[in-house]
C-alpha cells in the first residue's frame, strides 16, 4: 500500500502528525526498539522534508530512520498502518453502514470472491487494498451492538477463504498468454504470495478499525507480533518458530564476540591487593603499579540437560543449536536430552550449522528419551543421569538445565538434583515459563529453585542475554 489518505498536517494537535509520530516510536519502543531522541528527531525532519502527499514516501523515509535491521521492518510495517492508515472510515468509529448488510449475504460474498481473484490475477495492489476494506466491512464484524463491537481478520478470511482462489486466478493468468508447460510452478508460487499479501491486508484493515474502536497505542502494543526475538517460546506457531530458527546463527557470532571479549579481561586476572600494597612500598604507598593474579589456565566444560517433550521442545532445540555454535570456546560440551528417560545426544550435534528442527527429529528418532510411557518426568530424568552420567560432572563443570520442571504429578526427587549441584561447578535452570506459574499445578519450580539458581527465559532475547552473561570463560 503506496497511496492513500495521509493525516492533515493542519489537523487537530491531539491527532496530527507529531502525535501520531510520537505514538509511533512509542509503541516500537513497547516492542524493543531502541529508538533515541536523536533518530526522532531525524524522523520528524525526514516527514518534513517528504511531505504528506506520498504515504510510500512517508513510510520509507521513517523506516529509514528509525529502525536498525532488517528483521525490524515487518513489525514497523504493521505499526506505521496503524498510525498512518491507508483508509479512515466516514464516521471515526470503525462502522460502515454496509456492514451489517453484506455479513450474510452468499451472493455478495461469490461476488467478491470473483473480483478478489480478478485483482490477484491483474496484480492491482489499490484495488486489493479497497477490496480488503470491503471484506472486513461486510464479514469482519462480530458483537450484539447497533453497529459492531470489533472486528476480526480471522472471521473474514474464513468466510472469504482466498487460498481457494488458486486455481482461479491461474487460469486467469495462463488466459493472458502465459506458457503453462514452463511457469506452473513459479506461477503458483507467485499467485500464493500475492494470496497471502491479500490476507496481511485483510489482517493490517482490522487492526486499523479495531485502533478506531479502542484506540491505537493499545492496538499498536497488544494485536502487532512483536519480532522473532521476542516472541515466547511457549507460544510461538510454526511460521514464528521458523523465523526464531533462522536467528541462531547471527545470535551465536553476538555472542561469541562477547565472551571472546569477556575472557580477554578475564586472562589479565584480578588485582593481587597484598602484592600491589607491598609492591607500593617503593612509591610512598602509592599503588601506582597494579599486580594482577594469574589467570589459572584451562578451558571450563558443558554440559546441557534438555528437555524436549511438548511446548518446551522449541525452546530446547533452539538452545542446543545456539550452544552448539558456540562449542569451540569450551574444553568440552556434553549435551543430554530427556522425557523420561535421559539419554546422550552430543554425537548428534554434528560440527557446523545446526538446524533446530532437524535436530529435534534426530533427537527424537535416535535417542531412547521414554521408557513405558511419554510424559515427562523429571525426578526420574534426574535419577538417570546421576546414575549413568555422573562423570560429566566434575569442578570445571556448568549445568544448564533446560525445562518448565512440570513433573506430572511424579517423584520430583530434588536429592539428585542436589547431588548434579555439589558435583559440579555451577548449575543454572533456563525456565521457558513466566514466574507467576512456577507452582501451579504439577509445577516443582519452586522445589527446584531452592537447590540451584533457576531464571525464567521466555524468549530468544532473554536467552541471548543469559547465555552471554552466565556462560563461563
Sequence with gaps: MTGGPVPDPAGSPADGPVARLAGLVGAL??????????????????????????????????????????RQRAVFDRVFDLYFPATVTDDGTGRQGDGDAGRDGGADLAGLRARIAEALAAGDTALLDRLAAEAVAGFGGYGSGPGTDGWSSHQTLSRLRPETLLARVRAARTAAGQDPAFTDRLLDDEIRRAIEGFRERVRTEARRRVAELRGRDEVARRAVAGTPDRVDFLLAGREQLDELRRTVRPLARKLAT?????????????????????????????????????????????VLLCDVSGSVAGFAQFTMALVQALRDGFGRVRVFAFVNRVDEVTDLLAPGPVDPAGLGERILAEARLTDWHGQSDYGAALDGFVERYADALGPRTVVFVLGDARTNRADPRPESLRLIADRARRVHWLNPEQPALWGTGDSVAPLYAELVDMRPCRNARQLGELIGRLLPV
Design 29 to 70: 519502543r513497547a516492542h524493543g526498539f531502541g529508538i533515541g531522541t536523536g533518530e526522532t528527531v531525524d524522523a520528524g525532519l525526514a516527514l518534513e522534508a517528504v511531505g504528506f502527499a506520498d504515504r510510500g514516501l512517508m513510510r520509507e523515509a521513517l523506516a529509514a530512520t528509525l529502525l536498525h535491521g532488517e
Design 258 to 302: 562477547r565472551l571472546a571479549a569477556r575472557r580477554r579481561r578475564a586472562a589479565r586476572g584480578e588485582i593481587d591487593l597484598r602484592r600491589t600494597l607491598r609492591g607500593s612500598l617503593s612509591t610512598g604507598g602509592v599503588p601506582v603499579r597494579p599486580v594482577l593474579r594469574r589467570r589459572r589456565p584451562g578451558r571450563p566444560e558443558l
